[in-house]
């Protein structure tokens, strides 16, 4: 079993800057993708960035130059750093992982922590 706690969720203003953290727990497959969604309200839940564990990252097309994420593993904690936000941003930020253990994919989900973006 995976857990995976948000933090670092808020209210800011347009323009301004939050840093989210997640920190996973249990037995967790050295070889996944940390990744963190997010989720409007009435909209769908919709990928902002990943990072495998060997470091690779991939970003929404609308937050790359503006938002960065990272993973310190030996800590098991993932960030996402969101500069110049904008209210249509205003979601509930989820994170997710996928590994592997004995061939077999994963899935887990953080329970969310919401931003909010106020014009």
């Known amino acids: 079993q995976v857990y995976l706690v948000e933090s670092g969720g808020g209210l800011v203003q347009t323009g301004g800057s939050l840093r989210l953290s997640c920190v996973a727990s249990?037995?967790?497959?050295?070889?996944?993708?940390m990744g963190w969604y997010r989720q409007a309200p009435g909209k769908q839940r919709e990928l902002v960035a990943t990072i495998t564990s060997a470091g690779s990252t991939n970003y929404a097309d609308s937050v790359k130059d503006r938002f960065t994420i990272s993973r310190d593993n030996a800590k098991n904690t993932l960030y996402l750093q969101m500069n110049s936000l904008k209210p249509e941003e205003t979601a509930v930020y989820y994170c997710?992982?996928?590994?592997?253990?004995?061939?077999?994919?994963?899935?887990?989900w953080g329970q969310g922590t919401q931003v909010t973006v106020s014009s």
């Open positions: 997710n992982l996928k590994d592997y253990r004995r061939g077999v994919e994963y899935v887990s």
């Open positions: 249990g037995s967790i497959g050295s070889i996944n993708v």
